[in-house]
Each structure stands twice: as C-alpha cells, then as structure tokens.
C-alpha cells in the first residue's frame, strides 16, 4: 500500500517526505538501494562496467560458436583467438548441414515431443491439481502427500528401470517412449494446487448455483482465472523437455527418432575437423529456444520465479 | 462461460448463498465422483512411470538382472548391496560427484546474486543484460558441448590461445586430472547460473520499497542499506537456491558425459555414469539398481537434513 502510494508514477501523490536522494532515483526508474549508485557518476560507471565485463564473459562463447560456423573447416580448425578468418567468412557449413544431416528431422521430432509432452503435462497436472484442492474423495490426503513426497525422487534413478519398462511394453524407439515417462511432474501440481487453493471459493459456489457440474466450473472458471501460472508451468515444461538429455538419450538410436540435443551430440566428432558444421548445427539447434526467449522474456522470468520450487 | 462471473449474478448468488448451503453440502459430496475422474489421468501415469519404476527398481537390485539374457533374475539377496558397500568405484564416483557439487553450488550463488544486484541497479539495457545472463541456460547440452571442446581444445583452443598471448603454457583443460573437473564446473557455472540469477532477480523484485525507505530515512547509505536490508531479505531465496543447487549438482552427468565421458582416469566420473555404465555398457542391470537405490539413500537423507537446518533457522 505504502509502496504504491509512494510510486514516483502516480502523479498528484505528496513525495516531500523522501530524500532528495531517493526521490532522484525514483524519478530515474532504478531502486533505492543499491550502493554503486551512492554518489556521483563514477559508482554509475563502475557497474556499467561490472555489467559489461560479465556480459562480455557470457556472451564470448556463443559468439565464437556463431563465429565458427561461419568459418571455412580449414579455418574453423586452425589455432589461435582469429575471429576474422583468414578465407573469409562463407556459409558453406549452413549448406552442407542442409545437405546431408538429419537435422530437421531432429528439429520436427524436437517439435513434436516437446509439444506433446507440454499439452499432456498441463493438463493432466491441472485436473490432478484441481481434484487435489476442490474436491473430496476418498484418499485425497494420502496421494497428495505421495505426490509431493516423490518430488524428492531423483528422476535419473528411475532410468534403468523405465527402460526396462519400455522393453516390457515394446515401446523402444518410439515417441511413446519418448513422450510418456516425461510427463509425471509432480512439481507442477504441486504448485497448480497451491495456486488455485488461492482462488476464492465463492466464485465457484455461484457457478455451481447456476447449475454448472465440475467439469464446467473447472473448465469455466477455474481455468480462465489461472492463466499466468498455466503459462508459467507450460513454459518451463517446454524448455525443460525441449533440453532433456537423458531419457530421449536411451529410449531412442534411430536416429529417424532422436530429438535435437540427442542427436547433436552423436554427430560431434572428437578430431575437430567438423568444426564449422558442427558448430552450424548447434547454432540452428539452439535458436528455437532463443526466439521463445527473447518474445516471450518478461513471462519467462516471470515464470522461473514462479516455478523456481519445481527445481531444474 | 462469462455469464458466471458477470456481477449481477455475484451479488445474487451472494445473498442466496445461506438458502443453498446444503445443495452445496449435496454438491459436495456428490463431488467425490468427479474428483477421482480429475485426478486418475495424472495417477495413472504416475503410477506407471513413477511407483512402478520405483518398485522395479527396487526388485531388481535384488536380483542379478541384466540387459542381455532372459530368466537371469535370480534373486541374490543383498549381494548387489554389499558389493556396493566394497566397491572402490562406488566411493570413488560419490566422491567426484561430492567434489563437483561443492565446487559449483559456492560460485553458483554468488555469481548469480552478483549479477542480480548488478542487473537490479536499473541500468539501462535490462533486456541485453537479462538475456546475455540466462540465454546460457536455454542451451540444449550438445550445443554447450560442441561450444566448450571448441574453446578446451589443446593445441588449436580459443582458451589456450589467450593464454599464450599472456605469455603462458597452455593447460589440458579436460584432458589433465589435476583441472578436468574445474574445467566442467567452469562450465557448469557459464551454463547453469542464469536459472539462479532469475531466482535472485524475482526476490530482490519483491523486496518491499518501504524498507529502503525507513533506511534511507535513517540515515543508512547505500552499502548499509545493501548490507541491512538487501541481504537479509535475500535470505530465504539464499537458503532455497543452495538447496535447489546441491540437489541439481549431485545429478550431474549430462555435460560431464559428453565433455569427459567421466576421464581422464576416472577424475570426473560422477555416481550417475557409475549407473549408467554398469546398467548400459555393462548390462548389470541388478547392479546398476542398487547403486542407484544406494544413491537414492544418500539424496533422501540430504534432504531431511536440509529441511530440519530449515525449520530450525525459521522458528
């Protein structure tokens, strides 16, 4: 309330109270606090400097990779730090990976596992959730407390098993495989059932009036009421599976099957000779995600904080 | 779909509400149904790929079972387990992955807060800054891969190149014991901390102004105010990412496997190649189980221990 009251962007609100300090930092958008916006402009230099010195740190390596996929293989394997290469810059690694590779094999496999497994997720995750905190049935307790209990459970341990499941199930090198075991995320209904514990009951007991049965008030009110955590949880859900290593790893070697950060990482060779189209192929690999990023940040940052329970 | 919510109809059901309790009773009871049909898909896969692996697992690490043959389950008691206890690679690999965990769950947060406080000074370019930090994060592992062999590589690397200008030895960055598993923590940190970093950048967000407020009003400069209010508030979040850190630490193996495959000499292998290698290249499925059961142990007991440090510190 106080905070609100205070905003330097509600115009009319008395500020004569604050610091002129404060008041400055305010007006300039930045918080109050920080210590290298003490005094004067150095501090403000010195974190603009911090700031781009780690900037530059993170960035270098994606850079080179970018670089050395645009490099001939003779220069992509060349020693030294050279980021102008010596032939020029060519897009013959872009050409041959189209050429020859599985990629966009791998890229739709990426696509279609990722997508399935979100869409499976969210929504079982949600009628799970929902029956977890608005309904009573026999046993409600006693699987909610298993449920969050298995979060603990580290899924690596289960790989051996699963997989022997599979080959039970004669489901080996299929998207089933792939798919299934992936989309058991306790931690997701545990924070769905949080959030719609927090929806007024009120809402649901006029639709009920109305004559709506659980299934419309789940799908009617409920569901439009909790957008942003859907998304939230329907983000990191795909990013995760998008980056999933180990299982899609094991359950698949058809490579007709494999999804992108599989398959990427039977191509590498060791000798470095491939450089150039080994780097393209990771360029093109991790672009998809980058696009997600940079149109969708502000609920992407918004949904870590959310989700940051769920663990990585 | 909107007509539920228009107010009119609120309002009404409002003051119809006492009249209606017990149809709502009735509603309720009635609900019983409808919550088993919401919950079953989800316990349904939850019971097939959660419970029953648990439980598979658990079998066969009492049994010989491997990869290859049929009707080689023989039960073998706790020999699987025993053997665990003796096996110098066990402890060797629960080292590595020991050693791993603490030498990135320090740098992990710190980084992490750093660039938080740093990104939260309101700098222009937040988008740049925010990206450059996380975009790491959003990399498929063989992408990370491809990029850090490129820069570790002896002789022709970008990392030994820059040495050199500085006028010193190159290192084997993967391929020397003494630095291979700095080289992967490196790694992991350049990868993993913009997860953190987001974390840190949502708790500073939700930092009440009034706090900085009464500081300033105080007296506090800027460091006290960073020192007094920033940091203590940070506290909980502090306590939440080291834990998420070491449970995600002591699961390492993706970035370890591709760059090292667990060498050189066994120096970076963590506890879960151990269960890879032994269940897949080796196909001691039975094996394979109780380490991993073994290890489950160790996590459990991680926790519990974690959690009673926590309820303690919130009393």
Request: proline fraction near 5%.
């Amino acid at each position: 309330m106080t905070t609100e009251t205070l905003s330097p962007r509600t115009p009319g609100k008395p500020r004569s109270t604050m610091p002129r300090e404060v008041v400055r930092r305010r007006r300039y958008g930045g918080p109050v606090w920080h210590p290298s916006l003490g005094t004067g402009p150095l501090p403000r230099v010195l974190t603009l400097l911090a700031l781009a010195l780690l900037t530059v740190v993170w960035l270098v390596p994606f850079g080179w990779g970018v670089d050395t996929s645009f490099k001939s293989e003779v220069d992509a394997s060349a020693s030294g730090v050279d980021w102008i290469p010596k032939a020029g810059f060519t897009l013959d690694a872009y050409r041959t990976i189209f050429g020859q590779g599985n990629l966009p094999v791998w890229a739709v496999n990426s696509v279609v596992i990722a997508v399935c497994v979100t869409a499976i997720t969210v929504a079982i995750s949600a009628m799970a959730a929902y029956a977890f905190s608005r309904t009573l049935f026999r046993g409600r307790r006693v699987l909610f407390a298993v449920t969050v209990a298995s979060i603990m459970v580290p899924p690596q341990i289960l790989i051996v098993p699963l997989f022997r499941q599979m080959l039970a199930m004669n489901l080996v090198d299929t998207y089933a495989a792939v798919i299934l075991p992936q989309v058991v995320a306790p931690a997701m209904v545990f924070i769905l059932k949080k959030f719609f514990d927090g929806i007024p009951r009120e809402l649901e007991e006029a639709a009920r009036i109305d004559g709506a049965g659980s299934f419309r008030v789940f799908w009617s009110v409920v569901l439009p009421l909790s957008r942003p955590i859907l998304a939230a949880v329907a983000i990191f859900v795909f990013i995760n599976t998008w980056n999933n290593f180990l299982w899609p790893f094991i359950s698949t070697s058809d490579p007709q099957l494999m999804t992108l950060p599989v398959g990427l990482s039977t191509v590498k060779d060791s000798t470095g000779l491939r450089n150039a189209q080994e780097s393209a192929a990771s360029i093109l690999g991790s672009i998809p995600l980058l696009i997600v990023f940079m149109m969708f940040q502000r609920q992407i940052v918004k949904s870590v904080a959310t989700t940051g329970l769920g663990g990585q | 779909m909107a007509s539920v919510s228009t107010p009119a109809r609120r309002a009404a059901a409002g003051s119809r509400r006492a009249g209606f309790r017990r149809a709502a009773a009735t509603d309720r009871r009635r609900s019983g149904g409808a919550g088993w049909l919401f919950a079953t898909p989800f316990l349904v896969f939850f019971t097939l790929f959660l419970i029953v692996p648990i439980g598979i697992g658990l079998w066969m690490s009492f049994t010989d079972a491997s990869l290859t043959g049929h009707g080689d389950n023989a039960l073998v008691g706790l020999d699987n387990y025993s053997e665990a206890f003796g096996d110098s690679q066990v402890w060797q690999t629960l080292g590595n992955t020991v050693w791993f965990t603490v030498l990135t769950t320090v740098p992990l947060v710190l980084v992490a807060l750093a660039m938080a406080l740093l990104v939260y000074t309101g700098m222009p370019g937040q988008w740049l800054w925010r990206l450059a930090f996380f975009a790491s994060h959003l990399l498929p592992v063989a992408v990370v891969y491809q990029i850090w062999s490129m820069l570790f590589q002896p002789d022709r690397g970008m990392l030994n190149g820059l040495l050199k200008i500085f006028g010193i030895d190159g290192i084997g960055w993967l391929t020397d014991e003494k630095y291979a598993m700095w080289s992967i923590a490196l790694v992991t940190l350049w990868w993993t901390v913009g997860f953190n970093f987001l974390l840190y950048l949502a708790a500073l967000q939700a930092i009440p102004d009034h706090l900085y407020e009464a500081a300033a009003l105080d007296g506090a400069g800027a460091w006290r105010r960073l020192w007094s209010v920033t940091l203590p508030q940070l506290r909980r979040t502090t306590g939440l990412i080291a834990v998420l850190q070491v449970m995600a630490s002591l699961k390492v193996f993706d970035q370890i496997y591709l760059l090292t495959k667990g060498g050189p000499n066994g120096s970076t292998r963590p506890i879960l190649e151990y269960i890879y290698d032994t269940g897949f290249t080796n196909y001691r499925l039975g094996y394979a189980s109780a380490v991993s059961y073994v290890f489950f142990g160790l996590i459990i007991i991680l926790s519990i221990a974690q959690l009673k440090i926590f309820s303690r510190r919130e009393d």
